[in-house]
């Protein structure tokens, strides 16, 4: 009998092992390498648990403390920046040999984390502007260190999983991680709605923190390979950032020039869609919850389709025949009279925008050489990041002045635009073998 344990034993961790690592062919990598691949899977589902909570409700949070449209597109704007600002910073103490790991840990696992427990404590300290004014600061603050550990984040991920098996790894990883965040942001939504504003909130950025924690946790168990070697970081003074950016070829600087007005006009809608749920529709947190729901459950199959046609069509066009149907979700929600109308609407929008992402970052990786990808992605975010800060700012002062059907409109119409901007100037590159 004890034997029986002992294999029973034995079979159960492999199983967990192989369920946590990506599946069977884990069986074949180095016990090392496998358990680095768990506790990254697990950092990934509970990571994903954490940014459902903020990505969903942290908006509604501030709305429901009293603040206003203009002050959420400002602190959208302000979260962006900070993007923008700590992304080469952050790349640039990776190159230098900083401890990747540690940066991680410091920047996404840590301030961003407590930043969350704070949040959810500040209500019972301070009341009124003051306390608005200062859960705006903590959320920028929050987003500033989330970014300065992401060229950290990428450069460790890449070495932690193993090349052969890097699609299977990230296709289990991101399932999981799609899952999870479904069923939080349901269950969170709902817990919300019952318990009120703004405690529910409270207590549901409490849970983002205590998630967030376990994350953190998974990440610090992650055994640091060894780093590979990586281009040099661009220049962070901007006039050497500059002339560096006019050298790049044509195609890549009209791929930053599409990419900088579709962010732009996304972002003068994409602050206020919750909110406008709840100012004008009347949805609870639940109903907010459901229809994110619906959003990634389109996604999951969108995914696998998508992916065949990538292969098949290429990642241009696909991005392409995504990025000309997606303009038409803003012009339903600016006629929708039920938040149900946005069930239908979500369910597309879901499907074409995980078809859309994923072509968007295969077509990056096409149109980037491989000695160079690093300063081109580096400032290919740093476009997308200005043009998102910017787009959610005027989308603010829109709202507030002139409501929300302008700016349904408006972001439809530069959506459209970009996209025809995009099959006019930007080319697929002769071979994509380069990437």
């Not at 691949?37 to 940014?51: I, K, S, Y």
């Not at 979260?79 to 990776?94: E, Q, R, T, W």
């Not at 946005?342 to 970052?361: E, H």
Request: charged residues 10%; glycine residues 8%; positive net charge.
């Amino acid at each position: 009998m004890s034997n029986y344990r002992r294999a029973l034993w034995t079979r159960t961790r492999r199983g967990l092992l192989r369920l946590t690592a990506g599946g069977r062919w884990t069986d074949r990598l180095p016990i090392s390498v496998a358990i680095n691949l768990r506790w990254f899977w697990l950092d990934g589902v509970f990571a994903q648990a954490t940014e459902a909570i903020t990505l969903t409700y942290l908006s509604l949070f501030i709305l429901a403390l009293g603040g206003t449209r203009a002050q959420i597109g400002l602190m959208t704007a302000l979260s962006s920046l900070s993007a923008a600002l700590l992304l080469l910073p952050g790349a640039s103490i990776v190159e230098r040999g900083g401890n990747r790991k540690l940066l991680c840990l410091w920047g996404g696992g840590g301030v961003s984390r407590v930043a969350l427990l704070v949040l959810a404590l500040l209500p019972l300290a301070l009341t009124g502007p003051t306390l608005i004014t200062v859960a705006i600061a903590i959320i920028v603050i929050r987003n500033a260190f989330m970014n300065i550990g992401l060229p950290a984040w990428v450069s460790l991920s890449a070495d932690i999983v193993p090349l052969t098996w890097r699609g299977r790894y990230f296709s289990s990883r991101n399932i999981a991680m799609a899952i999870a965040g479904m069923i939080v942001t349901y269950w969170v939504g709902n817990f919300i709605t019952r318990v009120g504003s703004p405690g529910g909130y409270q207590l549901a950025l409490g849970l983002a923190f205590a998630t967030g924690l376990i994350s953190t946790f998974s990440f610090a168990r992650i055994a640091e390979p060894p780093a590979t070697q990586n281009a040099p970081t661009p220049a962070v003074k901007p006039p050497a950032l500059l002339r560096q950016f006019l050298s790049l070829d044509r195609n890549f600087l009209a791929l930053c020039a599409t990419a900088a007005l579709w962010n732009f006009s996304l972002n003068i809608a994409g602050p206020f869609f919750n909110v406008y749920l709840v100012e004008n529709l009347k949805a609870t947190a639940a109903t907010v919850g459901v229809l994110n729901v619906v959003s990634s459950l389109a996604a999951l199959p969108a995914l696998r389709l998508f992916g065949m046609l990538t292969d098949r069509w290429g990642p241009r066009r696909v991005q392409l025949l995504t990025g000309l149907l997606i303009p038409i979700a803003p012009l339903v929600w600016a006629i929708a009279t039920s938040p149900w109308y946005i069930v239908l609407v979500n369910s597309v929008n879901g499907f074409l925008w995980a078809g859309y992402n994923l072509a968007t970052f295969n077509f990056l990786l096409v149109l980037t050489p491989n000695e160079h990808r690093a300063r081109y992605s580096a400032l290919y975010q740093i476009i997308i990041t200005v043009a998102l800060a910017v787009g959610a700012a005027v989308g603010g002062l829109i709202a507030t002045h002139w409501g929300y059907t302008l700016i349904f409109i408006l972001t439809s119409a530069g959506r459209f635009a970009a996209a025809l901007l995009f099959a006019r100037f930007v080319r697929e590159p002769a071979t994509s073998g380069s990437s």
